[in-house]
């Protein structure tokens, strides 16, 4: 498994720079791929919406360390993120799905009523 691979070798580097281990990251590292639309959907919400239900900030964009800083235009990115959700083109209505905490989340773009 690739990602596998991928979070091993990121966990050696991390260590070795640190010069120390990191307890959570210890092998084995638990990796699944994302092979559908609705797991890509629901783990893209969880990983925007993780500082909010933290408690470190009230809205998933006002996180200091998010990428959606970048991607809205209010911040710099040093590194390039691949905006697959669309929230360039319609951060209005990603936004609102994204700081609306639901136990089946549903993005409000796709009408699911059919």
Not at 10 to 23: E, G
Not at 28 to 34: A, G, N, Q, T, W
Not at 46 to 65: L, Q
Not at 82 to 106: A, R, V
Request: charged share 25%; hydrophobic share 35%.
């Amino acid at each position: 498994m690739k990602e596998r691979a991928l979070a091993e070798e990121f966990h050696q580097h991390l260590s070795a720079l640190c010069n120390c281990t990191w307890d959570a990251l210890e092998v084995p590292l638990y990796c699944e791929s994302i092979l559908s639309a609705e797991y890509y959907k629901r783990a893209y919400k969880y990983i925007y919406r993780n500082p909010v239900e933290a408690g470190m900030c009230s809205r998933a964009e006002d996180y200091e360390f998010s990428s959606l800083r970048g991607l809205l235009g209010r911040v710099n990115l040093q590194v390039p993120v691949i905006d697959n959700m669309g929230l360039i083109f319609g951060p209005k209505k990603i936004l609102t799905w994204l700081n609306e905490k639901e136990e089946e989340p549903q993005l409000p773009f796709i009408d699911t009523s059919t």
